[in-house]
Every structure is written in C-alpha cells, then in structure tokens.
C-alpha cells in the first residue's frame, strides 16, 4: 500500500528532495505512541528526515533516514502525504512522508537528533514545532490502519 511519489517534469531545478517518517509504535491496546525527535541546530521538534541520495528513491531514504537519525529498523506501513516549503537556504523542498511502525533498535543522540521523545497520539501535535508538520499529523490521525489499532 506505499507508493513511490512522482516529481513533476517542471520542478524548479534546485528543488530539494527529501523523505522521512512518522514512526509509531503500539505500546498497549489502543495506545500508540509516535516518535518526535529534537533538532538542537535547528531548536525544533519534528519528525525524523533526510535528503535522498543519487540514485535512492523517496521511500528508501525515508527508511534510510530514519533509522540514522533515529536508529530504528522500521517498516514501512504507507505513504502518509508531503510537505513544502522554501528551505532556509532560499531553495524549495519537498518532503514525502510515510507511516512506519518500529521493529528493532534504539535511540542514541547523533550529529542530527539530539533528543527522541515517545508521545501518546493526543500530545503529538501540541509538541511540534512546525505548522506544517502538525497538517501532515492530522492525516496520520485520519489513516485506518492507525485509528483501528487506536480505538
């Protein structure tokens, strides 16, 4: 149920790809919990992200990605939706997002991530620091496959 996003034949040139995840894990019956990790550089919550490499497509550097920032293996549940916005070097960027679900590993503060935080589903939004972080989690709200697990 993934999906490999399409860039448009006339994106700008300097356009800035990027992937990441919303990482989840279900801690109890109807409890799941999402991964929010800090930033120190950047003084911001958000969720984990990268830059693709040459040749890598969105879904594999989200998978790549999160697990160096994060050091989870995940998998991948689905594509969840993207965002833009021009990166603070002036460039536009878009990010594509997917739903994962941890299967192994454990977090250590890195050259990216300072800090990862497991927040109840309720508090998720209230804790990140971007507008449009907070309109990607509202459709992570609405997917099936999280509100079954969390009802």
Known sequence: MTGELIVPRDAPDDLIRAAGGVVIRFVSAGHVEVACVYREARGDWTFPKGKLDQGETFEQAAV?????????????????????YTHRKGKPKIVAYYLMEVSDGEFAPNDEVDELVWLPFDQVRHHLTWDRDRELFELVERLPEVRARAS
């Open 64 to 84: 790549r990605e999160v697990f160096e920032e994060t050091g989870m293996q995940c998998r991948v549940v689905r594509f969840v939706g993207t965002t833009n």
